[in-house]
C-alpha cells in the first residue's frame, strides 16, 4: 500500500501564498496520476489540479495561481497556492492512483484577514 502525508496547510490573509506538500511512502511504486482536491463544509468535493499523463490541468478557479508539481526524487507532490481568496478555505486533500486511488488525510487551508 501507499500512504500519502500532506502539510503546508496553515492560515493566511487574502493574496498569501501557501504551498502544501504531499509526501508518498511505501513499496515501490508507480504513479500514474495526481490531483490535489479541496472540500469546503456544506460544498461537495472539487478538483483543484491534477497531473494526468504527463499534463496538468487546473480548475477555473484556480487557473493562474496554483501550480501542482512533482518531485519524483522525493515520491512528493505540491501545490503551490498564490494570490489567496477567502473562498480557497477549504480541507485539501492529495490523491494518487498508482494505478488504485489513495488518499492523504486532508490539511486545511484558511484564507482570512
Known amino acids: 500500500q501507499v500512504q500519502l502525508v500532506e502539510s503546508g496547510g496553515g492560515l493566511v490573509p487574502p493574496g498569501g501564498s501557501l504551498r502544501l506538500s504531499c509526501a508518498a511512502s511505501?513499496?515501490?511504486?508507480?504513479?500514474?496520476?495526481m490531483a490535489w482536491y479541496r472540500q469546503a463544509p456544506g460544498k461537495q468535493r472539487e478538483l483543484v489540479a491534477s497531473?494526468?499523463?504527463?499534463?496538468?490541468n487546473y480548475a477555473d478557479s484556480v487557473k493562474g495561481r496554483f501550480t501542482i508539481s512533482r518531485d519524483n526524487a522525493k515520491n512528493t507532490m505540491y501545490l503551490q497556492m498564490n494570490s489567496l481568496k477567502p473562498e480557497d478555505t477549504a480541507v485539501y486533500y492529495c490523491?494518487?492512483?498508482?494505478?488504485?486511488?489513495?488518499w492523504g488525510q486532508g490539511t486545511q487551508v484558511t484564507v482570512s484577514s
Open positions: 490523491n494518487v492512483k498508482c494505478p488504485y486511488d489513495y
Open positions: 511505501g513499496s515501490d511504486f508507480i504513479v500514474y496520476a
Open positions: 497531473i494526468t499523463n504527463g499534463r496538468t
